[in-house]
């Protein structure tokens, strides 16, 4: 028993290092041509509209931070925001920060987004608002 200790301990420390040497390396270079890929390949978000439904009480705390996030890494994008939540004064934030960040349009629609019929309407809503915007900017544009 003692015997296959000593062997393992040589031969299991050489094995490993020698994995590592070979696979290690090309592993980083796959990691980095995903990288590079990912980085070419951004997406392309402006005009688009973007719905992000979120939560501003409760457990939604961790959702608001993420909605924020979101939001704004799509404002960086150009995409046009339309946030949901129950309350609008914590959204109303978001929307002015993502507004400054560079998207065209960021609005705010109050939506209990466990009734159907409000998700409906949240949809109805910012396609509207959002149209009315497009539309106002290309008259003034004409």
């Known amino acids: 028993m003692d015997f296959i ?3 393992m301990s040589i031969v299991l420390p050489s ?3 020698l994995v590592l040497l070979f696979f290690l390396p090309m592993f980083l270079i796959l990691k980095f041509l995903n990288f590079l890929k990912r980085t070419i390949n951004i997406e392309n978000l402006s005009g688009k509209v973007v719905l992000i439904t979120g939560a501003s009480s409760g457990i939604g ?3 608001l931070w993420a909605m924020k996030h979101l939001a ?3 404002a960086n994008r150009g995409a046009r925001l339309a946030l949901a939540a129950r309350r609008e004064h914590r ?3 978001v929307a ?3 507004s400054q960040l560079g998207s065209p349009d960021a609005i705010v629609v109050r939506v209990d987004v466990s009734k159907a019929e409000d998700c409906k309407q ?3 809503k910012a396609v509207v608002k959002i149209s009315r915007g497009i539309r106002g900017k290309i008259e003034k544009s004409v």
């Open 5 to 7: 200790h000593k062997i």
């Open 15 to 17: 094995v490993t290092f």
């Open 61 to 63: 705390e961790v959702l």
């Open 72 to 74: 704004h890494e799509y």
């Open 91 to 93: 959204p109303r934030a």
């Open 96 to 98: 002015e920060k993502a």
């Open 122 to 124: 949240f949809v109805n």
